[in-house]
């Protein structure tokens, strides 16, 4: 193999070669190569790792925690007299948030990677013909060639919207909101998803003053309404301002500075808005989406415009089969789990592929994207989904039944005094198996893989009355949904 981080000069030969080391992508190098003596390279730009170790899931759930950690025990009598009125330790917090980063050093992924037998390049690779892909660093440009597949994984981008004076203020986008250096006073977040809502719980944590503007109806979207009207009040109750229907239409900075990442960048920053009304803010948090980050691919070197996959993870449009896509670049559901199911299924058809073998096994097919994606949003309330909503099962024309419970249970009172919750599960008639389900309440993240097992396994929900709860434990709810579709 050429050694990790070989000079710009030397050109290589692999079995296959990664263009991005977040998650999707080891996985699908490792996958690929696996019990074999087939080579690999990731070729990445940043640090290995990818966006999820040092500007997403990790720094943000290490930042949400401690929040959910002292609210349960201020529910909890004999432990709330010992924690009293005491607010969060932010410093300390930070400290622990950057051990999970690493301190942005990638040095254990790149030790990783070496011990599975996969080479990382650094520098911005690019498609340069079939097979062939470029890598340019400081040193200059280097041709990788691949002898069975490349793989796209360079993830996705933050998206700013073309507000007047919005990029001009040096908002911050998610990766300054999970690293923040300093607590803005007052701040405005710009968007009603995931991003957006569990950045609101974390900064209100940290006492800040928060206001969503919120271009929709509704936060969450694509959840069941239910789920987005209660975690709507529960930042309502600890004091966040959410402005559904409500557009910046300009937005103004003083003295805009380019500090770094999570620091604040310059002057108070003055947003105006549909209604006619102005808000004053020390920092503006953009939660707008985000994108595919293709354009630096040179797709046009091999006759595309967009990236599409199908379910084996070969991008559509290029002859040959060598050509793959994982993660978010890939257009299907962009979560990070979701990119690293992807990665195993491509690198298994890859290995298949390069051993003349049939992808006649499910496990070369990824087609949880259509059925059992199952997604938490950490605030508070946490909700936890999977599968299809009732509205969307309705339009794909299912028949659908529903049942909802109130999560109250044995388990669910002896956890904490202040346990609240709601489930639902959409049911095909037709199949009696479950569709989707959703759970919001207090802590129900751990509750969701059961769902997930019953929805990627078309279970009959009369199998499940044979999966018995333990008792007592907040999963028994499972046992009252089931009672209440039995009548």
């Known amino acids: 193999m050429a050694p990790t981080n070989a000079p710009a000069a030397a050109d290589s030969e692999y079995d296959v070669v990664v263009i991005g080391g977040g998650p999707a992508g080891e996985n699908a190098a490792r996958y690929a190569i696996a019990g074999s003596d087939r080579t690999a390279a990731i070729v990445e730009h940043e640090l290995l790792g990818g966006e999820c170790s040092y500007w997403a899931c990790m720094p943000s759930k290490a930042l949400l925690r401690p929040g959910t950690v002292l609210g349960a025990a201020r529910a ?36 990783w990677a070496e011990g599975v037998g996969i080479d990382v390049i650094r520098g911005s690779g690019r498609l340069a013909g079939e097979r062939v892909v470029e890598v340019t660093d400081a040193g200059g440009t280097r041709t990788l060639r691949a002898r069975h597949a490349v793989v796209l994984a360079t993830g996705s981008t933050a998206t700013v919207p073309p ?44 006492g800040a003053e928060v206001t969503l503007l919120v271009r929709g109806p509704r936060l969450l979207a694509s959840a069941e309404p239910f789920a987005s009207d209660a975690v709507a009040a529960g930042l309502r109750d600890r004091g966040a301002t959410v402005l559904t229907g409500t557009t910046a239409t300009t937005v103004r900075r003083d003295s805009p500075e380019d500090s770094g990442i999570g620091t604040i960048h310059g002057g108070t920053v003055t947003l105006s808005l549909d209604s006619g009304a102005e808000l004053t803010v020390d920092e503006v948090i953009v939660a707008a989406g985000r994108r595919p980050a293709t354009a630096a691919l040179g797709l046009g070197n091999v006759g595309l415009d967009a990236v599409h996959t199908d379910d084996q993870l070969t991008v559509t449009g290029v002859d040959g089969n060598w050509l793959y896509a994982v993660g978010d670049v890939s257009g299907r559901t962009p979560l990070t789990h979701m990119g690293k199911y992807h990665g195993r299924v491509c690198g298994d058809v890859i290995a298949a592929r390069a051993e003349s073998r049939a992808l006649d096994g499910a496990r070369f097919s990824a087609d949880a994207d259509r059925t059992a994606v ?49 489930a639902k599960l959409v049911i095909d008639r037709a199949r009696d198996t479950v569709l989707g389900a959703t759970f919001v309440g207090t802590e129900v993240a751990d509750q969701l893989h059961a769902a997930t097992v019953a929805v990627a396994g078309s279970v009959p929900l009369s199998a499940l009355w044979h999966a018995v709860p333990a008792y007592p434990t907040v999963s028994e709810f499972w046992l009252r949904l089931l009672e209440a579709r039995r009548g």
């Open 374 to 422: 199952p997604q938490v949003v950490f605030t508070s309330p946490e909700v936890a989904a999977v599968g299809l909503t009732e509205s969307v099962a309705r339009a794909q024309g299912f028949d659908v039944d529903t049942v909802e419970v109130d999560i109250a249970v044995a388990g669910s009172s002896l956890s904490r005094d202040d346990f609240t919750g709601h």
């Open 76 to 111: 909890m009598p004999g432990v709330r007299e010992a924690v009293g009125d005491r607010a969060l330790d932010v410093p300390a917090i930070l400290q622990r948030r950057d051990s999970f980063t690493a301190h942005h050093s990638d040095v254990g992924q790149v030790e």
């Open 163 to 206: 507000t007047p004076g919005l990029r001009e203020a040096l908002p911050w986008t998610s990766r300054d909101a999970t690293n923040l250096q300093e607590v803005p006073g007052r701040v405005a977040i710009v968007g009603g998803g995931v991003v957006a809502c569990e950045a609101a719980n974390w900064l209100l944590d940290f």
